[in-house]
């Protein structure tokens, strides 16, 4: 059962849009761009070894475009980026129509057009109307893959409420069939260990494009703080996006045309760049209430870096569980001991003692209970 580590997040955002600032302004990507030139390893030796053949298990790879050479990582027995490499992952002699191992390659190999690169830029792992479905009933399902098949994360809503959020680039979870592993959610790929992750769905997500102004996550589409319509939206773009992910989208204010990069993930105009983010809108999955619950609370934090956990006083007011030595209110648990229950398993209960009566938290409905008297206290957990 996986369980989720605070995310590191950037700047605050707010939902709105505001064309008068024409969404411009001094701005690089967050992420270095990875060590996509090739040229510091010696090409592999023409005959092909066992080795080679190392299983990258991409699907319906297609003829790489003309400059474009396979990824000669993935055809030395494997590519480090995985998602985020920007060469084709396919057999480089199935290319060149001399694969000797034919259908038995534990390659890819090209299926006519163009061919698909285990990412061919930073949006790769964003799911695109042409990826794999579900079809099971599940609206998404992320899933990690250390061999030759992608294994299901369990809990994985605590991961799509994250991604859903503009501002959040990473999340570390435990549990998984690989132990701890720490998520890159702008690139789409595993930190520090020879794994890769994706996000399947249901064909149905709807998805908002982001850009960054003035250190807030800005939603194409919405409007500003004076009531003034976005002059893009971000069906727009998606629009654009799914028909030609390596693409572009243009659009003029006034006498000014911007330029939003996909493949980039910027937003130009002249001298000027911002960066642009594209995440889902969060949807509950269907098991059960203990996600819903996990989901509307994770969409509630504040926009800091460590979690704390509070309950509600009689006022309305929240106060942080503390162990209040000496005092009335002397408590044997504190929020750090609540955080690392939650890392174990976010639907766990707790019981604990204040002044001697005994109290049960339900970190699943986010519920604390008198077990004397039956009174009931909300929960929350927040990033301060």
């Keep these: 059962m996986a369980a989720a580590h605070q995310p590191k997040e950037e700047n605050s955002c ?33 005959g092909q070894s066992d080795d080679e053949q190392a299983d990258d298990g991409h699907s319906g790879v297609k003829v790489p475009r003309q400059g474009k050479e396979p990824c000669k990582y993935y055809n030395s027995g494997g590519c480090r980026d995985g998602g985020s490499c920007s060469y084709p992952h396919v057999c480089k002699y199935a290319v060149k129509g001399n694969c000797r191992y034919g259908s038995g390659c534990k390659l890819n190999h090209p299926r006519g057009g163009r061919a698909s690169s285990g990412s061919s ?11 794999p479905k579900l079809t099971d009933g599940r609206c998404y399902q992320w899933q990690l893959k250390g061999g030759k098949d992608w294994l299901d994360i369990d809990n994985d809503h605590i991961i799509e409420a994250q991604y859903s959020l503009p501002h959040t680039k990473s ?4 549990g998984t069939p690989y132990g701890a592993v720490s998520i890159d959610l702008n690139r789409m790929r595993v930190y520090g260990k020879s794994l890769s992750v994706r996000r399947l769905d249901d064909g149905k997500s709807v998805w908002m494009w982001y850009c960054s102004l003035r250190r807030k996550w800005i939603k194409y589409g919405g409007k ?14 998606e629009s654009k996006f799914q028909s030609n992910p390596t693409g572009s989208f243009t659009f003029n204010i006034g006498a000014d045309t911007f330029e939003i990069r996909f493949k980039d993930m910027q937003q130009v105009c002249k001298q000027t760049m911002r960066k642009v983010t594209r995440r889902p809108v969060s949807r509950q999955k269907q098991a059960g209430g203990g996600a819903s619950q996990a989901v509307q609370a994770l969409h509630s934090l504040s926009l800091g870096t460590t979690p704390q956990w509070q309950f509600e006083g009689d006022g309305g007011t929240w106060h942080e569980f503390k162990h209040r030595m000496g005092t009335k209110t002397e408590s044997s648990v504190t929020s750090d001991d609540i955080e690392k ?36 206290r909300k929960i929350r957990r927040v990033l301060v």
């Design 14 to 46: 707010e939902n709105e849009s505001e064309p008068s600032e024409k969404f411009v302004g001094e701005g690089q990507s967050d992420d270095e761009e990875s060590e996509d030139g090739q040229s510091d390893d010696k090409e592999s030796e023409d």
């Design 171 to 174: 999340i570390k979870i435990y």
């Design 341 to 376: 229950k939650y890392q174990q398993n976010h639907c766990d209960s707790i019981i604990f003692k204040v002044n001697g009566n005994s109290y049960k938290l339900d970190l699943g409905a986010m519920i604390q209970t008198n077990l004397k008297t039956n009174r009931k």
């Design 224 to 237: 500003d703080s004076k009531g003034n319509i976005s002059p893009v939206k971000s069906s727009d773009i």
């Design 121 to 131: 830029n930073r949006t790769s792992g964003h799911s695109t109307s042409s990826g």
